[in-house]
């Protein structure tokens, strides 16, 4: 059985873009137990790779990251132990240790769609409209980890329009379907990822 709410396991893509100008592709496949994503960039060559283990309640408790551009690359490992997440950074020859703080509900976001919709799914299977809370954050260039509150808000009476501020200034719409699959996410910066292909889908979704 598939814990993470409504969530199909499975093979999704998503195209992002910036003031309508599609900048990168985002592929990830889903099960019980992992969750796996590449963002490729249109320009530039850039990579960014996700190889995550999910717990039994579709939690992070591990991972894998590796990002690329030309011929430079780093490379994290992340593990959850008690009340933290730790992990170690390589790059140019050198690594380094990190340690952040997990919160209450021990959410990780290591920045692809997949991981958002998790949260969301998270939420909705608590009964929660609305929460705030420490969410650690993995970034795509660095691959450092990071522990900020952040707040996630279901917008409308059927619970498939959120928003989410991940820091002061900063805000974005996220459109889910009845399954819990992010459909479009848009931010107040004119970027927004649109969802082309999810799990029984026969043919690409229209992006409209």
Known sequence: MFIAGTLPPGDYRYELRRDGRPVATEEAVLSATRLRGIRRMSEGGDRYEVDAELDEAARVKSAVLRYSRGPFSRSASYQTRDEFLRGSLSALGGRSDLVVKLGRFREIDADLVLFKALIIAHARARGQARFTGRIASLNPSTLAAASHKQTYRQLDTG???????????????????ERGVIVRIRDNRGSEAVLLKAPADDLAISSG
């Not at 498939?160 to 459109?175: F, K, N, Q, V």
């Open 159 to 177: 619970g498939l329009r959120w928003s989410y501020e991940p820091r002061m200034g900063d805000a974005e719409t996220i459109e889910i379907d």
